[in-house]
Structure formats: C-alpha cells, structure tokens
C-alpha cells in the first residue's frame, strides 16, 4: 500500500528537477517510506520527461491542445495518486535531507488532527543575496503567522495534505490563475489547523526574483491575495512561465 504521494506539475523545467529527483527518489527512503512519486506535466518541450522517466517516476501528461494551469496540474496528479498524504512540490525545489520531511510527516502531521501541513521557503543557498534573506525572511514570519491567527497559508513549494481533506475542499481552483495555493490552505483552515513546521526548509530558484525583481512579486502576490479573499478571483489572468 502507498502511504504518500508526491506530486509535481512540471513545464520545462530540465535544469533542476534532476537535483529534486536524485534526492526524493532514492531507494532506500522509497522502500522504506512507501511513496510514489508523480510528475504531472503541463506540455514540457525540453527534457523534462525524460528526466521523470529515468527516475521512475508515474508520469501524468495534459491533453494535446489543452491549456494547463499549475492548479489543473495540481489535480491531474492528485487524481492519480494512490496514498492518503498528498506532498505537493514544486519542480524547482531542491530540498536537503528529505528523510527528515518523511519523519516530520510520520510522527509529527500523522498521529495529530492537523489536516494540512507546510514550512519555510528560502532561496537556494550559493545564490542567495541579502535582498533574499530580508524577504524571506519576513514572509516567513508572514506565512506562520497567518495559519496562527486561523487564515491559513502555505506557498506551493510544499504543501502537504491528508487526501480526504483535499478531495472534500474539491483540490485546487482551477480558476485561478496565481495564488491558488494561498485559496486551498484558506479553504482547509475553516475545517481544521494547519501545521506550520519552522524546523523544515525547502530551497527555490531565484529565477523569478531575478527576472522580475522583489517588490514586483511582492505587489502580485498581494494584489493576488486580496482579490482572492474578496472576489475568489486571482488579479492575474496568467503566470508566466520563467525558465
């Protein structure tokens, strides 16, 4: 039986999923942890496939000529997934010691009532930059504090999330454009808490900082957040894709 299922919405992301593969599919945490691990694609052109496919990995493709969001990803996955924990991460995480994530799951999220659980984001340590550390830091703080007060937040770089939970909150908006992980940790939260593990981190590429700046993802995620909360719409139509 598969107690969890890791689920990843790719598009094109050949260059760092294979640091994200090496660590979470290794065979003796797969034997021992009984996992799965999903990649569920959005119409990659590059290598991304074939680098799911060396590791093993289940492979969930989109329909040709259907347009794909990362929530409809999100749920492609989740449709195909076979465990009772759903561990969402995205495909240009990398995470250190990912035995220690599987024991915080185990004895920490399992035997408690909470329905869903997340932790830090931080930037990949060789390149993060002081501007880096400052904003992270605060949304850091910002996230935990949220799932304190009773709002509920948790970034797609990794939430986790007990499958009945998700299936009776209907997975992610598909609607939504930007923002859709903030919508499914609020939507959890009015049934139960959400843990916040501040002892984990998960690494990001700095991709997007660095193309499009700080203050500039600041003010979409905010912009994002509030039309959710009032409109259950997300401000932007689209999230580009940044490689």
Partial sequence: M?????????????????????VICDQSLLKEYN?????????SSDSTLDIARKFNAVIVEKKIN????????????AKSAKGNVLIFINGDVYIKNFEVFLLKIKNKFLPSEFL????????????????????????????????????????????????DVFEKVNG?????????????FRRIRKYGKILFARDLVVYESPRRYRKLGHFRIFFTWLINSVYIIFTK??????WKEVR
Avoid: W
């Fill in 233 to 238: 719409t997300s401000k932007s139509s689209e």
């Fill in 35 to 43: 996992y799965e691990v999903i990649i569920s694609d959005g119409g």
């Fill in 66 to 77: 259907e347009k794909q969001n990362i929530a409809m990803g999100r749920n492609a996955g």
């Fill in 116 to 163: 869903a659980m997340t932790c830090k984001v931080e930037v990949f340590p060789h390149e993060q930059k002081l501007i880096d550390l400052i904003f992270h830091s605060f949304y850091n703080f910002h996230f935990h504090a949220l799932n304190v007060i009773g709002m509920g937040m948790g970034r797609g770089e990794f939430q986790t999330i007990r499958k």
């Fill in 172 to 184: 992610f908006n598909e609607e939504l454009a930007a923002g859709e992980d903030f919508d499914l």
């Fill in 2 to 22: 598969i107690n969890y299922s890791i689920i990843i919405p790719t598009l094109n992301e050949e260059k760092l999923l294979p640091n994200l593969l090496e």
